[in-house]
């Protein structure tokens, strides 16, 4: 812990460092402060750190100067992931596949990671190239195996910092929560335009959904989640450059009515509508009537049918005509041929 004097005097702000010099000394550190009004001030904070074995009284309101301890301590980093804002903490829909759920570092040099209690199917693993003279990891990521599959649940895991002065630090634990996982979503291959039918949504222990949403960059498509009947509807289709990914957030109750968030990826790609190999078919496109009678409904189909929008251009239509979806319906207002180009 290190606390600068004349800062707490004077501002209401302070300083917290996660990074130490790997050697006791004295120190300094510039801040830059700009105030409601826009005006910038720069302070030199003035500070020193000293070995644990060191004694005697380190406070001083004379000189400025603070006192730190170089204690090596660590901390974990959650993979971005993986990490929920709200609690702060690793939240990992459990699986059987490899999952790094985040990073152990150090606050200082000098030192290396140790573990020390870790739940079944996880590890401490180096980050490669972050290690000492010794092979001591100086980084290390926590790791759940592949082929372990972790049950739902909060856990916890502790790592401890091997100080090169004053060997083992405290121990230092943290919590995770693996979470109940959304069924695998097939990869989904769409055309603009188009209205897919609804995406299924499951849970592998089957528990109660309460909310769905979906998160997708780039506006290619609009998702619509239905937790009463757990499906996705997607709609607005335009075609992608390339494959997008989507990601599917679950709420859910487990069996003793907690609330608690999960997610799953899949991958969509929507495919132009082109009008290469369009056939236009018309029924009854060739009648006689007499003049005054109504023509027989004449229905516009296309091959293939997916993602085709017909247009007419209604002000081309004879008199007496009208298009009613992809039907034409009317009655011979005159003598002579009437004819229909699509």
């Not at 990521?141 to 100080?163: L, N």
Request: glycine share 8%; proline share 4%.
């Amino acid at each position: 812990m290190e606390i600068f004097w004349d800062t707490i005097q004077n501002t209401p702000y302070y300083l917290q460092f996660t990074k130490l010099p790997k050697t006791a000394g004295n120190y300094f550190v510039k801040v830059e402060m700009t105030d409601n009004l826009g005006l910038t001030k720069k302070i030199t904070l003035n500070f020193s750190t000293y070995e644990n074995s060191v004694s005697a009284s380190r406070t001083s309101f004379k000189t400025g100067h603070s006192y730190a301890l170089t204690v090596a301590d660590t901390l974990f980093e959650s993979n971005e992931e993986y990490f929920n804002k709200e609690t702060g903490k690793a939240v990992v829909p459990m699986s059987n596949k490899e999952q790094i759920l985040g990073k152990v570092t150090l606050n200082k040099d000098n030192a290396y990671i140790k573990s020390d209690e870790f739940p079944a199917g996880l590890e401490l693993r180096p980050v490669e190239g972050k290690v000492d003279g010794n092979g001591n990891p100086t980084e290390a990521y926590v790791v759940k195996k592949e082929g372990v599959k972790v049950q739902p649940g909060v856990y916890s895991f502790s790592v401890k910092a091997h100080d090169g002065h004053f060997q083992d630090g405290g121990s230092r634990r943290f919590d995770f929560e693996i979470v109940d996982a959304i069924n695998p979503i097939a990869d989904q291959h769409w055309r603009e335009g188009s209205v897919p039918p609804p995406i299924s949504v499951s849970m592998e222990n089957h528990s109660h959904i309460t909310g769905i949403r979906v998160e997708s960059s780039g506006n290619y498509a609009y998702f619509e989640g239905n937790a009463t009947n757990s499906s996705i509807s997607v709609y607005g289709l335009k075609k992608t450059e390339t494959i997008q990914k989507a990601r599917v957030y679950v709420t859910y109750t487990d069996g003793a009515g907690k609330s608690h968030e999960t997610f799953t990826d899949f991958n969509y790609e929507i495919e132009p509508n082109t009008v290469d190999g369009l056939n236009i078919t018309v029924t009854n496109d060739r009648q006689e009537i007499f003049e005054g009678e109504n023509f027989q409904d004449m229905v516009i189909e296309t091959s293939p049918s997916e993602g085709v929008t017909i247009k007419v251009d209604k002000t081309k239509l004879p008199k007496g005509t009208r298009l009613v979806g992809n039907v034409l319906k009317g009655k011979v207002s005159m003598k002579g041929s009437m004819i229909f180009q699509f």
